[in-house]
Nanobody, 124 residues
Framework: QLQLVESGGGAVQAGDSLRLSCAAAGRTFSSNTMAWFRQAPGKEREFVSGISWASGSTYYADSVLGRFTISRDNAMNTLYLQMNSLKAEDTAVYYC?????????????????WGMGTQVTVSS
């Protein structure tokens, strides 16, 4: 399992951009499927985006498609989430997650390692 630490959250205005980072500790980062989830107050944790370790294929929730971009730097053991055109409804705690099996699942239960999260607050 990986140890994951998110950073880059903050308070911004609607329409602004943020880039989240997830630093991973562990020698198997490059062979882990990585994903971003988010959880707003009173709501369940939801899938935002994921990236396959083998093919580099990316997947997005419909709500962020075209605005968010996921990427990974295996040499730096870091996962990123570039978030553009932020909306108030993007306000949530964002979590980085990983799992060893190479398919991007949208179910949080399928991921074995989680970070502590970083808060993103978007005001309209």
């Amino acid at each position: 399992q990986l140890q994951l630490v998110e950073s880059g959250g903050g308070a911004v205005q609607a329409g602004d951009s943020l880039r989240l980072s997830c630093a991973a500790a562990g020698r198997t980062f490059s062979s882990n499927t990585m994903a971003w989830f988010r959880q707003a107050p009173g709501k369940e944790r939801e899938f935002v985006s994921g990236i396959s370790w083998a093919s580099g294929s990316t997947y997005y929730a419909d709500s962020v498609l075209g605005r968010f971009t996921i990427s990974r730097d295996n040499a730096m053991n870091t996962l990123y989430l570039q978030m553009n055109s932020l909306k108030a409804e993007d306000t949530a705690v964002y979590y980085c997650a990983s799992k060893g099996i190479d398919y991007v699942s949208q179910r949080a239960i399928d991921y074995t390692s989680w970070g502590m999260g970083t808060q993103v607050t978007v005001s309209s």
